[in-house]
């Protein structure tokens, strides 16, 4: 740090001797319009000396005096040379040229946009660092801002994975992620978390690898919807391609130095209602302490069907024996009386904080740039005992002679500690399964806290066998769980470029890239000995190395005034390796808190896989133009892959699209742009490693020799790629010079030949096949509006608003279009997800309701409503809808930006919903009946439940049941009681933002301070307890099931950022 102090402190002597000898200008840079134009550059010609315009168009600086001539630019805007003088009025004119946007697109090659014949979405990197402090995967701040893309990312999951889905679900058990691309570099995005935690069950989320991206880098991101657009990216793209540009360095006066730091704060805003009128067990009994007589509770019972509360009552609670043992059992245990917590489970969680610093260097001339960034995010979770520490470093450089060649390189080095991930799904150390699903209403927080350990390291708990007994019968206390049950992990990762650019001849130049994506991920996972499980401890190491050499030639070719020719042609070898070392303890540890493998009661278990995959190919794009009102584009790329067998492991890629631009041929003042284009394109995708050859694993020692037995799952020699055919229409508008704009989707897709292991009889020595059987089709449209309907000098309102909507369909499983089924997992319990031919993929199949010819629930004599002797489809875990309303309020230089997104059409199923239920915790287990007496209260009183439906007969029910019969049958009847709409609206992001006017100071050149905040409030849901967001499992497939959701929060900051 004294060193960067040192160079910096020298290099701004240097600019102050620069200034010796100097002339002061100033002026004002104006539109077509009057009005001024903010962040114009101004640099004096044959120097690097400059400034840009502040908010109202002005700037000032002191330039060598034997210098007279300025250069004004703004993109989008003719370039000016003026005579320098004291008093400047300088007008900017849009550039027609320019004007026709450039966007990126695969393979890293620029287009203008006009020309496209499919849909692209352009997101600016600030979107990502608005809200930085309040998101720790920094993809979750794309949500609602692009149409067709559907987040879903867990708030308050330290860390956690997010599902990123484009245009719905093409393969039923492959990956269904887009494409990440880092500045042509394909980076891994998928997750790690096991099966159990996908499906509801315990489990961390340890996330997604996509979160790596550090959003003070990132300049643009194009999303490539469809296979029309990402046909050039082969196999891995058939799901779309997210394309992320990052920052390179910039010209201007000196050295730019860009320090940006924010300050964040995480607060539980969602939790379930808990009720507070009874407490625990089933009774207070006495018992003999001492020689005296003392009320106790049952604590053995993990349920809160106890008795109502009342203050007059005194009784022995957990922590009154708790602290009487831990005081040696001296005198008598004191009484506490029998009333609701002070600390509720609101208490628990704490206020998160993140706080997030970045600089950067930038320097850029005429045949060289780089750019050096460094950043630090240092969060602190609400959960106690949660932190994650992340540190990047990215360096990007260039350096060409402008005639012959350019050299390029980028790379991102990572690093990323994490410590007390929460247990997600119904797990043993998910605080909220005993929070919310099994507990005692009467426990309060203060109490677990203050005592979770007793002075002989052993466990503190409530949930003892019996009073004189202090071993826990099912739950650790939570405090336990968060600081002695706690994970931690690490992860290091590399990725990055290197390359040449070299002009062969006027028109045409060739570039060669080598692309390199590296990670080592190291988890830890303990259970400490005196937890209520068996104590243990895990170790998982996984390292993945992924090598892409790339070769293309481009040629841009104009023939004579109406006809264009854009073509490229190239190979792409690509080349990963994928390593698993796993080992854990068994039968328990035999020191307590010492964790490793050697300190296990019995020969730890291990387990070791390898994997390797390549895929070789070749691809061509060509893009004709007729008078700039008519284009087409043709692709082909040809992929030859290793995973699958030889005869079929070669799948081509056509794709053509065109455009017609009839705001060329109709010309109106009023008329930007209006444009048709059409598209048709085939992409492919292949299988996983080792999914063609029957595979054996190490079993056990027989007669002191190894032994191993074949995979459960049956291999195929003979599968195919999958094949998705897409065909995409769409419309695109711009009038009133960009004050009124549209963008309109309608796509069609079809995947057929899915890869998908189905289920086989045990008889034949397998319990699945792998086999292309399905086929999954998705319709839908997008659209996007945007519109300013106010623009002054001073004042800005601008809007944009996001629709898509998404219809997906099982076609058939192998050749049955009506009843084919494919179990993708069983939920914990009740349900399970699937795949049903005539179906959205991702099924809830569950028991529903028994419905008369009216339509009325049938209620069973007992009192409990009826369920149907099988599962059938209760809804897919998809939404069908997804929108976003964005409003952006300028005034001068302050910014209010507010956005609204929500989603409609899905449905998931709820384990804390029927646990919560079952054992009297939920707010629904308390209260008045319809005839206004406890439902609690003995039927014979006028308490119970009575259930709304008829009878077989017809005739309405009348048997009132009491309320823990009731709650009983949350659990033994109809599965759909527990299955809710997942729609949701949200007001997903705040921002305000203020660009300080610097026209006094000479060495800051921008100072933006900004406050925002994020998921502050939800509305329309479907069960008012839960966050159908936190449903959300993982990035994988496995979606619906709610096993266990942590409490989703709210997120508020505040940002600076300073320019030298």
Request: with cysteine; charged share 20%.
């Amino acid at each position: 740090m004294r060193r960067l102090m040192m160079v910096l402190a020298c290099i701004l002597a240097s600019i102050g001797l620069s200034l010796a000898q100097t002339t002061r200008v100033y002026g004002k840079v104006v539109d077509d319009t009057g009005e001024g134009v903010i962040g114009a550059s101004v640099v004096v010609k044959g120097t690097t000396v400059g400034t840009v315009t502040d908010v109202d168009g002005k700037f000032s600086m002191n330039i060598p005096s034997d210098k007279k001539t300025l250069i004004v630019s703004l993109l989008g805007m003719k370039t000016q040379e003026v005579t320098a003088g004291p008093d400047l009025n300088i007008l900017l004119q849009d550039d027609a040229q320019v004007m026709q946007e450039v966007v990126v697109t695969a393979l890293g090659i620029t287009k203008e946009k006009k020309a496209l014949g499919y849909a692209v979405a352009d997101v600016s990197g600030d979107e990502l660092i608005k809200t930085r402090g309040g998101v720790t995967n920094p993809i979750n701040a794309l949500a609602g801002k692009v149409a067709g893309l559907q987040i879903n990312g867990a708030s308050g999951n330290l860390g956690g994975s997010s599902k990123v889905l484009l245009r719905g679900v093409k393969s039923l058990t492959g990956n269904n992620q887009p494409l990440f691309v880092i500045d042509g570099v394909p980076v891994e995005g998928q997750d790690y978390n096991s099966t159990d935690t996908q499906r509801g069950a315990g489990g961390y989320d340890y996330g997604n690898l996509i979160q790596d991206i550090n959003p003070d880098d990132v300049a643009d991101i194009s999303v490539l919807k469809g296979p029309n657009a990402s046909a050039l990216y082969g196999s891995r793209a058939a799901n779309g391609v997210i394309m992320i540009t990052t920052k390179k360095g910039t010209k201007g006066a000196g050295l730019g130095i860009s320090v940006n730091s924010s300050i964040g704060f995480e607060v539980v805003n969602k939790l379930p209602k808990l009720q507070r009128e009874y407490g625990g067990g089933s009774a207070l009994t006495q018992q003999t302490i001492n020689g005296k007589q003392f009320l106790v509770l049952d604590y053995d019972l993990d349920e809160s069907w106890g008795p109502k509360y009342d203050p007059s009552i005194q009784y022995v609670s957990w922590y009154d024996l708790a602290k009487w043992e831990a005081g040696g059992k001296v005198g008598d245990p004191t009484t506490s009386a029998w009333v609701a917590p002070k600390h509720d489970v609101k208490d628990f969680f704490e206020t998160g904080t993140s706080f997030t610093n970045n600089i950067s260097l930038s320097k850029a001339t005429d045949v060289s740039s780089i750019r050096v960034s460094y950043t630090n995010m240092s969060v602190n979770g609400y959960l106690p005992n949660s932190k994650l520490d992340k540190n990047s470093f990215n360096v990007a450089g260039t350096l060409k002679d402008n005639k012959y060649y350019e050299l390029f390189t980028n790379v991102t080095y990572l690093n990323q500690a994490a410590t007390g991930r929460p247990e997600t799904g119904y797990g043993d150390n998910n605080v909220m399964v005993k929070f919310v699903q099994w507990g005692q209403r009467q426990l309060d927080m203060k109490e677990l806290k203050d005592l979770y350990i007793m002075p002989d390291g052993t466990q503190a708990g409530w949930n003892r066998t019996s009073w004189s007994n202090p071993k826990l019968a099912y739950s650790n206390n939570p405090y336990w769980s968060r600081y002695k049950n706690y994970q931690n992990d690490t992860r290091d990762r590399l990725y990055g470029n290197v390359g040449i650019k070299v002009n062969l001849l006027p028109g045409l130049k060739a570039q060669y890239k080598a692309n390199l994506d590296y990670y080592s991920d190291k988890q830890y996972e303990r259970k400490a000995v005196y937890s209520q499980e068996e104590a243990g401890y895990t170790e998982i190491n996984r390292q993945q190395h992924e090598l892409n050499h790339e070769f293309l030639l481009m040629y841009n070719g104009r023939f004579n005034e109406k006809y264009t020719l854009d073509a490229n042609a190239g190979g792409n070898i690509m080349y990963r390796t994928y390593e698993y070392i796993m080992g854990e303890s068994v039968g328990g540890l035999v020191l307590p808190d010492f964790y490793n493998l050697s300190n296990s009661v019995s020969t730890p278990k291990a387990s070791n896989k390898l994997t390797r995959k390549s895929i070789n190919s070749l691809f061509g794009n060509a893009t004709f133009g007729y008078d700039g009102k008519v284009y087409v584009d043709v692709s082909l790329r040809n992929d030859w892959s290793s995973t699958l067998p030889k005869g079929n492991n070669s799948f081509l890629y056509p794709s053509i699209t065109g455009s017609f631009l009839i705001s060329e041929v109709v010309k109106k003042d009023w008329l930007d742009l209006a444009k048709v284009r059409l598209g048709w394109a085939k992409v492919g995708n292949d299988t996983d490693p080792y999914n063609i050859n029957d595979i054996y694993t190490f079993y056990a020692s027989f007669n002191d020799l190894p032994a191993y037995v074949a995979s459960t799952t049956k291999r195929n020699e003979n599968l195919k790629p999958e094949q998705t055919y897409s065909y995409e229409f769409g419309l695109e508008g711009s009038f009133f010079k960009n004050r009124l704009g549209f963008d309109f989707s309608l796509y069609s897709s079809e995947t057929r030949d899915n890869i998908v292991p189905l289920s086989l009889s045990g008889a034949t020595g397998y319990t699945a096949y792998y086999l292309n059987a399905a086929t999954i089709q998705n319709k839908g449209f997008e659209l996007m509006l945007q519109g300013t309907p106010v623009q002054t000098k001073d004042f800005e309102w601008s809007i944009t608003g996001t629709l898509s909507g998404n219809k997906n369909k099982v076609k058939e499983i192998l050749g049955n279009s009506t009843d084919g089924y494919l179990r993708l997992t069983n939920a914990p319990f009740k349900v399970e997800i699937g795949a049903l031919a005539g179906k959205e993929y991702g099924v809830i199949m569950g028991t529903d309701y028994v419905y008369d010819d009216n339509g009325n629930k049938v209620v069973t004599a007992s009192g409990v409503y009826a369920s149907t002797d099988k599962n059938v489809a209760l809804g897919s875990a998809y939404p069908k809808t997804l929108w976003g309303l964005s409003n952006s309020f300028r005034y001068k230089g302050l910014t209010l930006s507010v956005l609204f997104n929500g989603q409609f059409g899905g449905k998931y199923f709820s384990t804390s919903n029927m646990w919560g239920i079952y054992s009297g915790m939920l707010e629904e287990t308390v209260g008045l009946n319809e005839l206004g007496n406890p439902k609690r209260d003995a039927v014979a009183d006028g308490g119970g439940i009575l259930l709304p439906g008829v009878h077989a007969d017809g005739t309405p029910n009348t048997t009132r049941i009491s309320a823990t019969r009731w709650a009983s049958s949350i659990y033994s009847g109809p599965a759909a009681q527990n299955v809710f709409k997942s729609d949701f609206i949200k007001l997903r992001e705040i921002t305000l933002s203020y660009d300080v006017p610097l026209t006094s100071t000479k060495y800051i050149k921008g100072l933006k301070l900004s406050a925002y905040g994020r998921n502050l409030a939800m509305f329309g849901l479907d069960n008012k307890n839960f966050d159908p967001e936190m449903a959300t499992t993982s990035s994988g497939n496995i979606q619906g099931v709610e096993g266990g959701a942590l409490p989703s929060t709210a997120n508020f900051g505040f940002n600076v950022g300073v320019q030298f």
